[in-house]
DNA sequence: TCATTGATGCGCT
DNA sequence: GCGCATCAATGAT
């Protein structure tokens, strides 16, 4: 493992969602599977939390599926979509306070044949520009990741890769929440590289 | 390039 | 039973 690939540490998550998903921007997931190892560049992250947010699972309260967002900072929460796609997360702030941060979508650093393979072949911008598209490509999956603990360096985790200057990032509503409180419907929570 | 729609399974009421 | 932090195929502009 070298320099660019050593895990984020617990202190990284460890800080309010908004705080978190903004600095993702540019940094890298990395997934090992066997000897084989994945990296992609973060480019879209979303925040969801915080002390009264209606778009976010964990304001409906702790249940089983939305325990890991009350748990300790630094791991996935990954739950399934529409009965079809794995969504990944990592959970911020102190424990006990719900919150996360949705990964959106990355651009292929390493092992981008691999990735195609998982996507059944779809290349180019459809390789990893969603949520469900880039869980796939990085075959994250409940069953397998979620609760994974990401300081290990073992299997999924996040590493340093290269932050992006305030200049390059945009704000701007979250995605696919329409059902939220207007407040929370239009705060800028997500996050993108301006291109 | 944009809008529409079916797919599909589980958590929660 | 309802609705969901989506995707891909389709058809129109």
């Known amino acids: 493992m070298n320099e660019a690939s050593v895990p984020l540490s617990r202190e990284f998550y460890a800080r309010p969602a908004?705080?978190?998903a903004r600095d993702l921007l540019g940094r890298h997931v990395v997934r090992r599977i066997g000897e084989k190892a994945l990296v992609?560049?973060?480019i879209e992250a979303e925040a969801y939390g915080g002390a009264l947010d209606s778009a976010s699972h964990a304001s409906r309260g702790l249940t089983p599926r939305t325990a890991p967002m009350f748990g300790p900072p630094g791991h996935a929460y990954v739950y399934?979509?529409?009965g079809l796609h794995d969504m990944l997360n990592v959970v911020t702030g102190p424990e006990g306070e719900p919150s996360a941060v949705l990964l959106r979508a990355m651009t292929p650093v390493r092992g981008e044949a691999q990735m195609i393979a998982h996507?059944?072949?779809r290349r180019g911008r459809v390789l990893s520009d969603g949520p469900g598209k880039l869980a796939q490509a990085m075959n994250v999956s409940v069953s397998e990741l979620n609760r994974h603990d990401l300081c290990l360096g073992?299997?999924?985790w996040l590493a340093p890769g290269e932050p992006v200057p305030d200049a390059r990032?945009?704000?701007g509503p979250r995605i696919g929440i329409d059902y939220a409180e207007p407040q929370d419907r239009d705060a800028p929570w997500r996050f993108i590289i301006a291109r």
Do not use: F, H, K
């Open 18 to 20: 908004l705080e978190v």
């Open 40 to 42: 992609g560049r973060i």
């Open 80 to 82: 399934l979509i529409y």
């Open 119 to 121: 996507r059944g072949g």
């Open 154 to 156: 073992e299997r999924l």
């Open 169 to 171: 990032v945009t704000a």
